[in-house]
């Protein structure tokens, strides 16, 4: 049973490295799957590449940022390689609530706040399950984030750097998936969902048969 009769959805709060994979993971796995949404954060950097507004990102200015930190819209938001990113609750919020589940990328210190915020907060804590995306070896990470040649190497040091302090954080996480293989990480990724969906505790109903 795919889709226990009257369960909340699932948000998965995904983190990983730069250079992991984290993003071809997470595309293909969307792709397949109705019942999945990809929630749109909002961020102050600009557009990259094929980068969409209100598909990849909200991509927003400073101030406006900073009108929402004072609303309160945000469940959590960090300053990531000199950016605002931040996720809205009602982003979250309006999918869970009608049993769709949506997957949260994000870094390590949001994941961090989300857990915080989630203590306090009956829905967020029934909702939220996190998963870790690691590279095979910290130099595969370094090997690939020079492959990708779109990064000057200031900004590449940075990524490793972050890199370090991410990886020191998996074990916050509920699942791990090792990013050796695009093919077997994905479907990795697709059975943590399954299972997940499959938990009696989601299952709002009584005598959901009866
Ligand atoms: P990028 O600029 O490469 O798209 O993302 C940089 C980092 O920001 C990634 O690690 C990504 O997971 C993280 N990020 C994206 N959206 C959010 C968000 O809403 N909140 C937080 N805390 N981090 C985010």
């Known amino acids: 049973m795919d889709n226990i009769p009257g369960r909340l ?6 983190s990983g490295p730069s250079g992991t994979g984290k993003s071809s993971i997470l595309d293909r796995v969307l792709e397949n799957d109705d019942n999945l949404r990809f929630s749109i954060s909002c961020t102050t950097r600009e557009p990259r590449g094929s980068e969409v507004d209100a598909r990849d990102y909200n991509f927003i200015s400073h ?13 959590e938001y960090a300053l990531v390689h000199d950016h605002y990113y931040g996720t809205l609750r009602s982003e979250v919020e309006q ?5 769709q589940d949506v997957i949260l990328d994000i870094d390590v210190q949001g994941a961090a706040k989300i857990r915080a915020a989630a203590g306090k907060d009956d829905l967020w804590q029934k909702v939220t399950q996190y998963l870790f995306i690691g590279p095979p070896s910290f130099e ?10 779109t990064d000057a190497d200031d900004v590449i040091e940075r990524r490793l750097l ?7 954080n998996w074990h916050q996480y509920d699942y791990l998936v090792v990013n050796s293989n695009l093919d077997e990480a994905v479907a990795q990724t697709r059975a943590v969902i ?16 009866l």
Not at 9 to 14: H, L, M, Y
Not at 162 to 168: S, T
């Open 140 to 149: 595969e990470l370094e090997r690939r984030l020079r492959a990708r040649g």
């Open 9 to 14: 959805g699932i948000a998965f709060v995904v």
């Open 63 to 75: 101030t406006v940022f900073e009108e929402r930190i004072k609303e309160n819209a945000f469940i």
């Open 95 to 99: 999918y869970v609530t009608k049993g």
């Open 162 to 168: 972050n890199a370090r302090v991410e990886l020191q």
């Open 194 to 209: 399954a299972a997940e969906r499959m938990r009696i505790s989601r299952c709002a109903a009584a005598d959901p048969w």
